[in-house]
């Protein structure tokens, strides 16, 4: 790319475009201030100074760096200058802007989902956005080297940081993923303001960053002084000045930052002064011009930011530390109390003067600008990141899922052994399906059962790399041969990098216009050390199976420490994502044969008028599996069992005219339940036994159906407001999960009966599942005791005396 920071009329529109965004930015915080204000009383924080702070680089990387097909995470605050900068691009309308933070504005943090398509990635968790692109740049690789996107150049993944951003540890493990996976194509701009949200940060953190990045085998380049503060440097005393500088500790620069030109002239003249070179040097210069000078650090420089993005001729990844100052520009720049201080209306005022901006023209894309709106409408034209624009969210086709998948048939089997056997007995296949599935897991990979299958599809690298046990003939199960050709991505053990992955590969028929479909899995009570970056991938809308094995108390032996208990309820609360927990190899089948079809949906939000799901919209899924291995039904998968397993919950033994008890179990508590449900049966009339395959989906419709009752929809029934329609009114509900007792403790509320939640409320421990079930509460004895309670009635024969 032909960089020419030289070229006067670059130059000259940038740095007019440059002043427009960071007043339309500062404008519109003041506007949302206003109106927030006055509704709720709410003043807005964090975006006047924060946003300031990128309004160059940013101004640098749209109008004249980007590509159409790099892709950007900007960092959160910098919201309102990305928002300015596609409205006069002309692809953010003027409403929005004046409803910045409103309901239905430009959102407070850029968002892919809810803000218009020039945003590539949601950011707002600190860190998120940063490692997404990372693993975009993977993906692209991913997608490449098998093939795939072949008309569509490679892209820049670009993140522009915050300093403290830094902090979070999730970069940091994307980092080292990085480095083992030759990251390439991936830009991290650093804002290095030296502030964060309570303070300014530690002196000399860029050398860390510089020696961390460099020993990633990052390239480093550091922006430090503007073409300005260069210049000052030649001139004679300017090695005192530079001198001064890098030995002006963060707090006292800023504070002179704050403080302004007649500030800056004293401390230095009383530091440096000399009567001589250096003091001429100070004094040829007024106190506006000084301050100028003081300030101009390279990442408010046009011309030094578009050398040193000129300048990589590479793909290797790159860094930029980019001094910067907080607030640049507005009259809070520099205080350490900025991030959530708000310019008053005099303040906004004089910086609307000095704008030129007339009264009344605030939202002009023009006013106030020295070049003749057609000229500038010509630059923006012309500017790459514009060009094919309706490309930047990419579309692809859908990949045909069949009929029904391999059903594995073994008289025992645990849901683990089923899905290891599914994806081995697809691995066979050469249909499309196959070839778009791509696994990644954090160090649990055989451990998950998904070592069949890439066994026999391979791992992936971009280099091939044969097993080394295999060619000196050492007898192994596992054949570890990379490949590009290879369709599963080894991870180490990091479970955020295992979502933030998954949230990258499952953008990729978005940002790269092929389709992947993505299977993680990992140990379930990890969830929780990867949530931030679950909750992330489903916030930004990407497609993925998680299947999350072995899970609760089931996990016997391996004691407290694995065994999770909260996931249901996680399954249950997190957006975007479908839970399921099956108890049979044929209900898993028929699961993800509808998984993958349903992570592949992009249709409208209209319920579905059976089950009152939105499941014309598609999303994510996450399985919760296990090891306990259990005897297997044998019946046909006819289509009203296989949508009873898809919409939540089925009945294994229907309630009659007389039921007084229904059992409803979900996932390997199936023994048990059929166990009790057999010993009460003799004392108790009509016994029931609902399988729940889907609390999740099963909550989700009813609440849908509620609701769209209320909306006057009075025909509206969910899945289990048809199931429980018979129920007599006296009959009591025992419910058991392997999991909090909450995931299944709403169900007597559907029509209205006596409920009793079974399950685990407090931290496991080692033995055997009988043990463990036992002393927790969830054995057979458990259930009938539960029944016993809720239904009087006769006293049950099998209940053991409680001892
Ligand atoms: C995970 C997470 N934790 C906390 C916050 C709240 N927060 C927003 S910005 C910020 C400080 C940012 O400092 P820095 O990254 O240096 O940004 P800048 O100085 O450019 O505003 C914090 C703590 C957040 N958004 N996300
Ligand atoms: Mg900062």
């Given at each position: 790319m032909p960089i020419s920071p030289q070229d006067p009329a670059l130059l000259a529109n940038l740095a007019q475009l440059e002043r427009k965004v960071l007043w339309l930015a500062t404008w519109m915080v003041h506007n949302a201030n206003h109106l927030r204000e006055k509704a709720d009383g709410l003043k807005v924080g964090g975006h006047q100074a924060s946003s300031a702070s990128l309004a160059t680089i940013m101004t640098a990387l749209y109008f004249h760096v980007l590509r159409p097909q790099d892709r950007v995470a900007v960092k959160p605050h910098a919201s309102p200058i990305f928002h300015a900068i596609q409205y006069l691009f002309g692809r953010q309308n003027l409403e929005r802007l004046q409803n910045f933070r409103g309901y239905k504005g430009a959102q407070s943090y850029p968002s892919r989902t809810k803000d218009i398509p020039e945003v590539d990635f949601s950011t707002g968790s600190v860190g998120m956005g940063v490692a997404q692109t990372l693993f975009s740049s993977l993906a692209q690789d991913y997608v490449k080297a098998h093939g795939w996107a072949q008309d569509w150049p490679e892209g820049r993944m670009i993140a522009l940081l915050g300093d403290a951003e830094m902090d979070e540890g999730n970069i940091h493990e994307a980092l080292l993923e990085g480095w083992k996976h030759g990251l390439r194509n991936t830009w991290w701009i650093i804002d290095y303001n030296r502030q964060s949200l309570d303070a300014v940060i530690r002196e000399g953190l860029y050398a860390r960053f510089e020696a961390l990045f460099g020993a990633f085998g990052w390239d480093v380049v550091v922006l430090k002084y503007g073409s300005l503060l260069e210049a000052a440097f030649k001139e004679p005393g300017g090695e005192s000045l530079r001198a001064w500088i890098d030995q002006c500790p963060n707090q006292l620069y800023s504070a002179l930052t704050f403080q302004g030109g007649a500030a800056w002239r004293k401390r230095l003249l009383d530091d440096i002064g000399d009567q001589g070179a250096v003091t001429a040097l100070i004094e040829r210069r007024s106190d506006a011009e000084l301050a100028r000078l003081m300030t101009n650090l390279a990442g408010h420089d046009l011309p030094s930011l578009l050398d040193a993005f000129g300048r990589i001729d590479h793909d290797r990844p790159v860094v930029f530390i980019a001094y910067t100052i907080k607030g640049f520009g507005l009259p809070l720049a520099g205080h350490k109390?900025?991030?959530?201080?708000?310019?008053?209306?005099?303040?906004?005022?004089?910086?609307?003067?000095?704008?030129?901006?007339?009264?009344?023209?605030?939202?002009?894309?023009?006013?106030?600008?020295?070049?003749?709106?057609?000229?500038?409408?010509?630059?923006?034209?012309?500017?790459?990141?514009?060009?094919?624009?309706?490309?930047?969210?990419?579309?692809?086709?859908?990949?045909?899922?069949?009929?029904?998948?391999p059903l594995p048939r073994q008289p025992e089997m645990s849901t683990q052994q089923a899905f290891g056997l599914i994806i081995n007995e697809l691995g066979r296949s050469d249909a499309a399906l196959a070839e778009r599935i791509v696994t990644t897991s954090p160090d649990v990979t055989v451990s998950t059962n998904l070592g069949a299958w890439v066994n026999r599809r391979g791992l992936f690298a971009k280099q091939a790399m044969a097993d080394l046990f295999k060619k000196e003939r050492i007898p192994s199960t596992f054949t570890w041969d990379f490949s590009p050709r290879g369709q599963h991505m080894e991870l180490g053990i990091a479970e955020m990098n295992l979502f933030t992955m998954l949230s990258a590969l499952g953008l990729s028929h978005s940002t790269f216009g092929e389709r992947l479909l993505p299977i993680g899995t990992l140990y379930d009570p990890f969830i929780c050390r990867g949530l931030d970056a679950l909750n992330y991938a489903c916030y930004q809308d990407a497609r993925f199976i998680v299947?999350?094995?072995?899970?609760?108390?089931?996990?016997?032996?391996?004691?407290?420490?694995?065994?999770?208990?909260?996931?249901?309820?996680?399954?249950?609360?997190?957006?975007?994502?479908?839970?399921?927990?099956?108890?049979?190899?044929?209900?898993?089948?028929?699961?993800?044969?509808?998984?993958?079809?349903?992570?592949?949906?992009?249709?409208?939000?209209?319920?579905?008028?059976?089950?009152?799901?939105?499941?014309?919209?598609?999303?994510?899924?996450?399985?919760?599996?296990?090891?306990?291995?259990?005897?297997?039904?044998?019946?046909?998968?006819?289509?009203?069992?296989?949508?009873?397993?898809?919409?939540?919950?089925?009945?294994?033994?229907?309630?009659?005219?007389?039921?007084?008890?229904?059992?409803?179990?979900?996932?390997v508590m199936a023994p048990e339940a059929i166990e009790a449900v057999g010993m009460m049966a003799e004392d108790r009339r009509d016994v029931a036994l609902l399988a729940v395959t889907s609390a999740d989906r099963l909550n989700a419709g009813w609440s849908a159906a509620q609701r769209a009752r209320e909306r006057g929809l009075l025909h509206a029934r969910s899945h289990i407001e048809r199931l429980f329609a018979t129920l007599p009114r006296h009959c009591g509900i025992v419910s058991v999960q392997d999991g909090h007792p909450a995931g299944l403790g709403w169900l007597g509320a559907v029509a209205g009966h006596r409920q009793r939640a079974l399950g685990v409320e407090h931290f496991g421990q080692t033995g055997t599942i009988q043990d463990l079930f036992r002393h927790y509460g969830l054995d057979a004895q458990a259930i009938i005791a539960a029944a016993a309670a809720l239904n009087p009635g006769r006293p049950m024969r099998y209940l053991k005396a409680v001892v």
């Amino acid at each position: 790319m032909p960089i020419s920071p030289q070229d006067p009329a670059l130059l000259a529109n940038l740095a007019q475009l440059e002043r427009k965004v960071l007043w339309l930015a500062t404008w519109m915080v003041h506007n949302a201030n206003h109106l927030r204000e006055k509704a709720d009383g709410l003043k807005v924080g964090g975006h006047q100074a924060s946003s300031a702070s990128l309004a160059t680089i940013m101004t640098a990387l749209y109008f004249h760096v980007l590509r159409p097909q790099d892709r950007v995470a900007v960092k959160p605050h910098a919201s309102p200058i990305f928002h300015a900068i596609q409205y006069l691009f002309g692809r953010q309308n003027l409403e929005r802007l004046q409803n910045f933070r409103g309901y239905k504005g430009a959102q407070s943090y850029p968002s892919r989902t809810k803000d218009i398509p020039e945003v590539d990635f949601s950011t707002g968790s600190v860190g998120m956005g940063v490692a997404q692109t990372l693993f975009s740049s993977l993906a692209q690789d991913y997608v490449k080297a098998h093939g795939w996107a072949q008309d569509w150049p490679e892209g820049r993944m670009i993140a522009l940081l915050g300093d403290a951003e830094m902090d979070e540890g999730n970069i940091h493990e994307a980092l080292l993923e990085g480095w083992k996976h030759g990251l390439r194509n991936t830009w991290w701009i650093i804002d290095y303001n030296r502030q964060s949200l309570d303070a300014v940060i530690r002196e000399g953190l860029y050398a860390r960053f510089e020696a961390l990045f460099g020993a990633f085998g990052w390239d480093v380049v550091v922006l430090k002084y503007g073409s300005l503060l260069e210049a000052a440097f030649k001139e004679p005393g300017g090695e005192s000045l530079r001198a001064w500088i890098d030995q002006c500790p963060n707090q006292l620069y800023s504070a002179l930052t704050f403080q302004g030109g007649a500030a800056w002239r004293k401390r230095l003249l009383d530091d440096i002064g000399d009567q001589g070179a250096v003091t001429a040097l100070i004094e040829r210069r007024s106190d506006a011009e000084l301050a100028r000078l003081m300030t101009n650090l390279a990442g408010h420089d046009l011309p030094s930011l578009l050398d040193a993005f000129g300048r990589i001729d590479h793909d290797r990844p790159v860094v930029f530390i980019a001094y910067t100052i907080k607030g640049f520009g507005l009259p809070l720049a520099g205080h350490k109390d900025n991030h959530a201080g708000l310019l008053t209306p005099p303040q906004v005022e004089g910086f609307r003067d000095a704008m030129q901006v007339p009264p009344g023209e605030e939202w002009s894309k023009y006013a106030g600008l020295d070049a003749a709106p057609a000229d500038i409408e010509a630059f923006l034209e012309a500017v790459p990141f514009r060009q094919s624009i309706e490309q930047r969210r990419r579309q692809a086709a859908r990949i045909p899922v069949p009929a029904a998948l391999p059903l594995p048939r073994q008289p025992e089997m645990s849901t683990q052994q089923a899905f290891g056997l599914i994806i081995n007995e697809l691995g066979r296949s050469d249909a499309a399906l196959a070839e778009r599935i791509v696994t990644t897991s954090p160090d649990v990979t055989v451990s998950t059962n998904l070592g069949a299958w890439v066994n026999r599809r391979g791992l992936f690298a971009k280099q091939a790399m044969a097993d080394l046990f295999k060619k000196e003939r050492i007898p192994s199960t596992f054949t570890w041969d990379f490949s590009p050709r290879g369709q599963h991505m080894e991870l180490g053990i990091a479970e955020m990098n295992l979502f933030t992955m998954l949230s990258a590969l499952g953008l990729s028929h978005s940002t790269f216009g092929e389709r992947l479909l993505p299977i993680g899995t990992l140990y379930d009570p990890f969830i929780c050390r990867g949530l931030d970056a679950l909750n992330y991938a489903c916030y930004q809308d990407a497609r993925f199976i998680v299947v999350a094995t072995p899970s609760g108390l089931a996990l016997a032996p391996e004691g407290g420490a694995h065994q999770s208990i909260a996931t249901p309820l996680i399954g249950m609360a997190q957006d975007g994502l479908a839970t399921f927990e099956p108890a049979y190899a044929d209900e898993l089948a028929v699961i993800l044969r509808f998984a993958f079809d349903y992570l592949q949906r992009d249709g409208d939000g209209e319920p579905d008028e059976h089950s009152w799901l939105r499941d014309e919209t598609g999303g994510s899924v996450y399985l919760r599996l296990s090891t306990r291995s259990i005897e297997q039904p044998s019946r046909t998968m006819d289509e009203e069992l296989a949508r009873g397993i898809i919409d939540g919950a089925y009945w294994l033994r229907p309630p009659g005219p007389n039921t007084e008890i229904v059992v409803a179990y979900s996932g390997v508590m199936a023994p048990e339940a059929i166990e009790a449900v057999g010993m009460m049966a003799e004392d108790r009339r009509d016994v029931a036994l609902l399988a729940v395959t889907s609390a999740d989906r099963l909550n989700a419709g009813w609440s849908a159906a509620q609701r769209a009752r209320e909306r006057g929809l009075l025909h509206a029934r969910s899945h289990i407001e048809r199931l429980f329609a018979t129920l007599p009114r006296h009959c009591g509900i025992v419910s058991v999960q392997d999991g909090h007792p909450a995931g299944l403790g709403w169900l007597g509320a559907v029509a209205g009966h006596r409920q009793r939640a079974l399950g685990v409320e407090h931290f496991g421990q080692t033995g055997t599942i009988q043990d463990l079930f036992r002393h927790y509460g969830l054995d057979a004895q458990a259930i009938i005791a539960a029944a016993a309670a809720l239904n009087p009635g006769r006293p049950m024969r099998y209940l053991k005396a409680v001892v």
